[in-house]
């Protein structure tokens, strides 16, 4: 017997009372084969002429093994008997020689593959030009120490010049790396003022001479009812999370046009892709988000220019203690949602891997946002009902 082939099943004379005819079948224990030593299993049920046949049919150089099977078949109960042969011609082609060869083939040129795609992310971040907004808490911050690990060219980006140079100073401070590593430049600025953001843009291409990604992270939530909040409150949030990042995007295009080279990142949230009660002005800011930089997507690629939109679910970070009120006031609470989040390290890490591989849309949440998403596409009422269950929900919450 050639190794790697299993052994055929011992052939065992059926239940005596059954005969080789139609009769009742048995099961039997297995038992030894003779000369190989090994124990095997008769097939439960047949005879010894099945057997017999059996046998020869899964002889694969025995010329009558393919007629016996079918003449078997063609009077025995055909649907067990061909599941047991099924099984026993799979086992025997997974321990044939051509199979195991060939999975190790495929695992190898996979690992390979990745290998090539992970060489190739960290060719293309290394040396970028990384603009980051927002760099001075949470995602942001995180997103800083990555990109500057990985070797990337850095402004950081912020209202609060003081942390800023923190983390600069933090960041240079930082033990040598087997990469190449640049001190990060500072530009700091309010992306809800217009007014700043040309003169800020100005800044930023002064630093390096050119932008290669732009990662628009900074933002800020909200928690109101819509019949409380004023619309400058509604503003603010859009001033902040779409016009602003807009403004700077339109701001840094014409260069990276000119150069045929740029990515453009944008930290939107699960809610850009659905919306829950209480978060109005947010979640209708992270939508338009998705919206505008779905359009320029497609406007930019003739020009070689990479959008990605990202959509992280909750993130251990300070958005609900910085989140403004529907009367404008800070809501200073660290929500459960926000405490139980993922770690803001982690998200920023998918952050680079996304950039990397030039992905187009990144959903980082839980099974239970992910699936959502899909119900609001694919069953509308129903996830309407549940949003409007979970307002009453928190309305009764609120009012204990
Ligand atoms: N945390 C979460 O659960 C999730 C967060 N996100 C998104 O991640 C991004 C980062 O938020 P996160 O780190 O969580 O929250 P943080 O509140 O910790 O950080 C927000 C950052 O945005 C900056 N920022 C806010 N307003 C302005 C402004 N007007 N001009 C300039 N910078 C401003 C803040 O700067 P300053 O220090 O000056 O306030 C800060 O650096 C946001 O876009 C948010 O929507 C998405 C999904 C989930
Ligand atoms: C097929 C079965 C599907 C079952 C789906 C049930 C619907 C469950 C609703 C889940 C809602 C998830 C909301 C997630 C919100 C989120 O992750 O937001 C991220 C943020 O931006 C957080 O900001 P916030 O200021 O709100 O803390």
């Not at 190898?108 to 970028?128: C, D, E, P, T, V």
């Not at 944008?266 to 998705?290: D, E, L």
């Not at 930019?300 to 009120?325: D, F, K, R, W």
Request: hydrophobic share 40%; net charge positive; aromatic share 6%.
């Amino acid at each position: 017997m050639r190794p790697g082939r299993r052994h055929l099943p011992a052939l065992v004379p059926a239940d005596p009372g059954a005969g080789a005819g139609f009769g009742p079948r048995t099961t039997r224990p297995p038992i030894p084969t003779h000369g190989s030593g090994s124990s095997t299993q008769a097939i439960p049920g047949l005879t010894p002429r099945d057997h017999e046949l059996l046998l020869k049919a899964r002889t694969p150089r025995h010329h009558g093994g393919h007629c016996a099977q079918r003449r078997l078949l063609g009077t025995r109960d055909s649907s067990r008997l061909g599941k047991s042969l099924l099984k026993v011609r799979i086992m025997d082609f997974i321990t044939s020689t051509a199979i195991l060869p060939l999975l190790f083939g495929c695992v190898g040129i996979f690992s390979l593959f990745k290998l090539l795609q992970w060489i190739r992310m960290r060719a293309y971040l290394r040396n970028a030009v990384v603009v980051i907004t927002g760099a001075t808490s949470g995602l942001g911050r995180e997103c800083a120490r990555v990109f500057y690990t990985a070797g990337a060219k850095l402004v950081l980006c912020g209202r609060n010049q003081k942390a800023l140079e923190e983390l600069t100073k933090e960041l240079t401070a930082s033990p040598a790396t087997k990469v190449q590593t640049h001190k990060p430049y500072m530009v700091t600025f309010d992306l809800a003022d217009p007014g700043a953001i040309i003169a800020a843009t100005a800044e930023i291409l002064q630093c390096f001479g050119y932008v290669d990604v732009l990662i628009n992270n900074a933002g800020i939530s909200y928690r109101g009812a819509i019949v409380d909040t004023t619309t400058d409150v509604d503003k603010k949030v859009m001033e902040t999370n779409y016009f602003g990042p807009v403004a700077l995007t339109k701001a840094l295009l014409p260069s990276m046009i000119k150069r045929r080279q740029g990515h453009i990142v944008v930290i939107s949230s699960i809610q850009g892709k659905i919306s829950i009660p209480f978060r109005s002005a947010y979640a209708a800011s992270k939508h338009a988000t998705q919206a505008f930089f779905d359009c320029l997507r497609a406007e930019m690629e003739q020009y070689e220019i990479e959008v990605t939109v990202i959509s992280p679910g909750y993130i251990h970070t300070n958005l609900s203690l910085n989140a403004v009120t529907a009367d404008g006031s800070t809501y200073g609470v660290m929500d459960k949602t926000t405490a139980q989040g993922r770690s803001p390290v982690e998200v920023a890490r998918d952050v680079l891997a996304a950039v990397g591989k030039k992905k187009k849309d990144v959903i980082l949440a839980d099974l239970l946002p992910s699936l959502a998403i899909y119900l609001r596409t694919l069953a509308p009422g129903l996830f309407f009902s549940l949003m409007a269950s979970r307002a009453r929900k928190e309305r009764k919450s609120k009012n204990c």
